[in-house]
């Protein structure tokens, strides 16, 4: 039976979409999108923003933290050694040992580096760091990452930004059926049918900004987003039809009268 919460590391969440903190046209709109897709996570890029900055303007002022937890990330490094600093300094500044673990490895695509991705979450596993790392969607990488030790992995549907949507299905479906911790989409997603055929596919979650922050309104994106995830998640609990090539009568012939 398909879980009812997201479980990442020992706590559970009953949202199972996790928004980004960036890129909104201000503060107060960023809050109200949080509140509206009733996320209980949100992402912090620990190397963009002033930790120190206890002012009203820090956007960290600005987000629900009775209701919402901090999943610092780890944007913006390039290698194994600058990913490890920068998780230590955000379980410091942060008091959380949950981090989305980055490790880029070209400019242009924002692919990540997946031999110094795997070097530094082995070695965050150890320091008892709980590490959900983002990665292609590759289904050998995230063996690999399972074997670890890492409590989720975060393959991309598209690359970041993008909004293309789900490019792959057939590979989020093969990690999804080959590896037993919780598969969250990150990077892609461009609108609410994207969040839905991602949910239907088993995904255990989505992690999105620039879809809810850059939208026009991203109050009322943030509220498609979460009604998507929750119609994506009951329509994969439920079980799809068998796909046919050919046409089933949708009531039963038995019984029909016929002329002679």
């Not at 956007?59 to 629900?64: G, K, P, S, T």
């Not at 050998?140 to 975060?154: D, N, P, S, T, W």
């Amino acid at each position: 039976m398909a879980s009812k919460t997201l479980n990442i590391g020992d706590k559970k969440y009953t949202s199972r979409l996790i928004l980004g903190t960036g890129k909104y046209p201000n503060n107060a709109i960023m809050r109200e999108a949080h509140a509206s897709s009733e996320t209980q996570m949100v992402t912090v890029a620990i190397r963009r923003v002033d930790l120190n900055d206890k002012s009203s303007e820090s956007f960290l002022n600005h987000i629900d933290r009775e209701k919402i937890d901090l999943l610092p990330n780890t944007a913006g490094c390039y290698n194994a050694k600058d990913a490890i600093l920068t998780c230590q300094l955000a379980r410091e500044a942060l008091k959380t040992n949950v981090v989305k673990l980055e490790v880029i490895g070209d400019e242009k695509t924002l692919f990540p580096d997946n031999e110094e991705l795997l070097i530094a979450a082995r070695e965050l596993v150890q320091q008892d760091f709980v590490v959900l790392p983002y990665i292609n969607d590759d289904v050998v990488l995230c063996k690999k990452l399972e074997a670890i030790g890492c409590a989720a992995v975060m393959p991309l549907a598209a690359p970041i930004g993008s909004g293309l949507g789900i490019r792959n299905p057939y590979n989020l479906r093969i990690i999804i059926e080959e590896i037993s911790i919780p598969v969250i989409v990150d990077a892609g997603v461009g609108t609410a049918s994207d969040a839905a055929i991602a949910m239907e596919l088993g995904c255990d979650g989505i992690l999105m900004n620039t879809a809810i922050a850059g939208a026009n309104d991203p109050v009322k994106m943030a509220v498609a987003m979460r009604q998507a995830v929750e119609a994506g998640r009951l329509a994969y609990e439920a079980g799809r039809i068998e796909k046919k090539l050919y046409a089933t009568a949708s009531s039963p012939i038995e019984g029909v009268v016929r002329q002679n």
